[in-house]
């Protein structure tokens, strides 16, 4: 019996990872090989490449043939770079009152939004907070999501930030997904702290919340909500240094609603992405380019929020990397679909089907750090791959509406 697993007659779509994020015209950096096989062992792709190749090459006594795919299109797993997936609570009666007309941030100031989400984690149990979790974490894996992201930041006090990360690294134990953590106690000012949103930075995030979460090693990313009304660039500046600091990676959500400046701030430390960016100026977003600070584009919150698209075509053009994520959440974007972020990315922000590929695929995994086993079909990484029902990418904008996603492989192994 043959140790490694050989998989083959694939018709394979894969970005070429050249060390950095694909920027300019290098995000449409795809590979297509018609007629591809892959050789894996122990979860990680040992040859990929033309099947003449690869079978030329290997002994049929090393080999066991796991798969026949008759020519189907194949891709890498999504990469999902930015969700709030663990809640306990959905906000649906918010979503009524946002078609209604009353604007998103106006909730969040009359003590809703993010804030009632709040009250929903405290009155949670760890189990019920990790079961409504574990429900969406499976279903982005149905519809192709790989690799997540998940933020804390529905608790707002350590005790809450602490139970959610517990929960979130538990989805990432009990679910075929791998799950990035991270700490966004800075997503909203906490009512006690009303007014008070500096002594809430400097007193609670930097000095007892992230030495805690640092101590007990549960999220490698934070995250601040830099908004109106939430947190400013000042603020935003000073948490996100501390993190630094202290050894956390950084990212930040920018620009969402209001041109705050906030993707000038991720330029000025060079955060690894900055995400939302619907209102980011052209000279912030091109200081990002220049800095290598990736554009986390979210087009699920701008049609949620009926708000125009963040200008992802021209940021292509202008040299800024571009990852695209779900926003997954309760509140402005309840979608945990990378196919229809795929499909928005191409009809609604202009991207190509290549660039839209590299988007939700290798950019995703820098994004998150993890474009050194994720993010591609190439040798080294880990086999986490899509089965699509078409010829080509395309069809995950073509037949809108339709997953188009047949099955899915986590290290090799079939999990949806
Ligand atoms: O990315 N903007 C801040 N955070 C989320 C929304 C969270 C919520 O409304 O619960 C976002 O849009
Ligand atoms: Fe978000």
Redesign the pocket.
Known sequence: MGTKKLYRNMRLFTPVDGGRPLAGKEQANVKEIKKAAMLVAGGIIEKIGEEDEILKNVCPCEVALEKDFGGACVVPGFVDP?T?MC?AKR?EDEFGMRLAGLP?LEILARGG??LS?VNAVKAATEDQLFETTKKLALSALAKGTTTVEIKS??GLELGLELKMLEVIGRVGRETPLDVVPTFMGA?AVPQEYKGRADEFVDEVLVKQMLPKVKEQGIAEFCDV?C?EGVFSVEQSRRLLKAAKEMGFDTKI?AD?VNDLGGAGLAAELATRSA??LLAASEENLRAMGKAGSIAVL?PA?AYSLKKPYARGRDMVDWGVPVAMAT?C?????FCESMPFIFGLGVMCMDLSVEEALTATTLNAAYALNRAKKLGSLEAGKQADFLVLDGETPTALAYHAGATSIEEVYKLGERVA
Not at 329 to 333: D, H, T
Request: glycine share 12%; charged share 20%.
């Open positions: 930015h709030h809640f906000r998103y939004g993010i989400s930041g529905y997503h909500f908004e959500h969402e995400e939302h979210l919150t926003d959440n309760p509140g402005s974007c």
